[in-house]
């Protein structure tokens, strides 16, 4: 089966002033279809850069990403949908016109019965004449993924959405996400730098290594769905962090011998 | 779980905005008052300083040509508004609001298109500092000796004065640029059209608001300044002050103004009104 998402050798370089940084280097993977994937790796490691790459917002210096068999050269908003650190709500807009603001942009009329249900599953049915300011981190994440939803994207790309959210508020943020993925069957990328978190929700986490960003070891997933936060407590769960934990620290570099 | 915070979450409303470069709490002090006790006072405050004014004057046995009394000045005003004033009000607002129009129009369109070109901008902004600087109620012999005793040299000379203005602070306004926002409308396909009318030029309004509004008293007092030294033949505020107090007319004096300070106080308000409708996100 082909995959949904291809990325081929993918190395990124920045020029900065005090010279050239290799933010990612020669990094491939495939995607399914329906997969939900996790990218786990240290700050810097060049997440972020493969993130905007996939969805076109910045090119690679080398390699290629394939999007249903078709190179990825500028962003694609018919099938990508993508999610930001902090919610990127934009703060002269109350939610609902966050939410329609897409809309816009594609000159298309606005789907308000698909608004409508994502709004009632995020329950934020009553706030959408609130601006973003007067809305809780957590609330304003949620209104960012049905921003995204509502585009109805084969591809939801997620870049740390939760990573300024409370613990609690995370768990329930991942739960939600879970629910929704079952519902609609996205293929995720979801980048993070929490290991329980990337775990918790994926089908497979690929750890990557600090910079420049390499990919260290993938991880199949085999808790079974759907996912309770219990399981985060069960010996099998922690033992899987410490493990990667371990990975993330020295790079993978080690494997073999500790093997 | 190195992430855990120790804040329960919570749905109460966040207090804490992110504040921008603009302090728009300087205006919503004015708000309206909210009790009869707030009312009560600041009419009582006025009453005060309105009739005390009067009755020191009295008692002192002032006479008009040092200070002219308060009620006075409101009768002289009220007698000849429609007959005197009225003339002189428009040609002040004529030249005002031509002026401004036409400067704060350029103003916010070179600040558009030049933030777009940081060298450009560069090599630019010494001359706009300049104007900034330099009172343009100095140019204004100079252009009545050029162009005669119209209207022009004042709304040319107040067009120079707020127009600076306006683009010194629209371009602070234009050059915040937040990527994230771009980049979340170049993921939905934006042309850079859309980037700049749906998240540039809203984020950069508060600072035209405040530029605008900069502009605007710069301007009133060009107009009213320029009447002062050089005015067009059918007078204007600026004329009539110096006229009145040449004769030691101080009932009119004061009457002229009383007008200019209203003119003044509705300009700010209006602000106040626009900066709450269109800015108010960022305060």
């Not at chain 1, 810097?44 to 210096?61: F, N």
């Not at chain 1, 960003?213 to 399981?231: F, K």
């Not at chain 2, 004061?254 to 009104?273: D, R």
Request: net charge neutral; proline share 5%.
């Amino acid at each position: 089966m082909e995959p949904k998402l291809r990325i081929e050798g993918a190395s990124k370089i920045y020029a900065t002033k005090s010279g050239a940084v290799h933010a990612l280097e020669d990094f491939s993977l495939d995607v399914h279809e329906g997969e939900l994937v996790c990218i786990l790796g240290p700050s810097g490691c060049g997440k972020t850069t493969l993130l905007w790459a996939l969805s076109g917002l910045h090119a690679l210096s080398s390699g290629r990403i394939l999007l249903d068999g078709t190179p990825v050269v500028g962003p694609r908003p018919k099938e990508i949908g993508m999610i930001f650190q902090d919610a990127n709500l934009l703060p002269w807009r109350n939610l609902r016109q966050n939410i329609e603001f897409p809309f816009e942009i594609k000159k298309r009329p606005v789907d308000g019965q698909r608004i409508d249900a994502l709004l009632g599953e995020t329950g934020l049915r009553d706030f959408v004449g609130s601006m973003p300011r007067e809305l809780s981190g957590g609330m304003q994440q949620r209104a960012s993924i049905v921003r995204a939803l509502a585009q109805n994207p084969g591809v939801l790309l997620m870049d740390e959405p939760f990573g300024a959210l409370d613990a609690f508020t995370r768990d329930e943020m991942n739960l939600l996400l879970m629910r929704l993925w079952s519902e609609s069957g996205q293929t995720i990328v979801f980048v993070t730098h929490n290991i329980s978190e990337a775990i918790f929700l994926a089908d497979r986490v690929v750890v990557m290594t600090p910079r420049p960003g390499r990919l260290a070891r993938v991880y199949e997933i085999d808790l079974p769905r759907p996912r309770t936060v219990e399981m985060m407590f069960e010996s099998g769960f922690i033992e899987l962090v410490q493990d990667m934990k371990r990975v993330v620290e020295t790079g993978g570099r080690d494997l073999l011998e500790v093997e | 779980m190195s992430e855990l915070r120790d804040e329960i979450p919570s749905f109460e409303k966040r207090t804490t905005a992110d504040h921008g470069p603009i302090d728009w709490t300087g205006l919503t002090s004015i708000r309206g008052a909210r009790s009869t006790m707030e009312v009560g006072s600041i009419i009582a405050l006025f009453a005060l300083v309105f009739f005390g004014l009067e009755l020191i004057l009295r008692w002192t046995n002032t006479p008009t040509y040092v200070f002219p009394k308060p009620i006075a000045v409101v009768r002289t005003l009220a007698n000849e508004f429609t007959a005197v004033y009225a003339h002189h009000l428009w040609v002040t607002m004529y030249e005002f609001l031509a002026g401004y129009a036409i400067g704060s129009a350029v103003g916010l369109l070179l600040a558009a298109l030049i933030t777009q070109k940081p060298f450009a901008e560069k090599v630019i902004a010494p001359y706009v500092l300049i104007m900034v600087t330099t009172p343009m109620i100095a140019f204004v012999p100079f252009l009545r000796l050029k162009m005669g005793f119209g209207s022009w040299p004042l709304i040319i000379a107040v067009a120079l004065a707020a127009g600076p203005m306006v683009m010194i602070n629209s371009a602070t306004g234009f050059r915040r640029t937040d990527l994230a926002k771009i980049a979340l409308a170049r993921s939905y396909g934006a042309s850079t059209f859309q980037i700049f009318r749906k998240i540039r030029f809203p984020l950069a309004l508060p600072m035209i608001i405040v530029g605008f509004m900069v502009g605007s008293i710069f301007g009133l007092l060009t107009a009213v300044g320029g009447e002062m030294v050089a005015a067009s033949e059918s007078g204007g505020l600026g004329e009539r002050l110096v006229y009145y107090s040449s004769l030691a007319r101080m009932d009119e004096f004061g009457a002229v103004i009383l007008i200019i300070a209203a003119l003044g106080v509705s300009i700010y308000v209006l602000f106040y009104f626009v900066g709450k409708r269109w800015a108010s996100w960022e305060a």
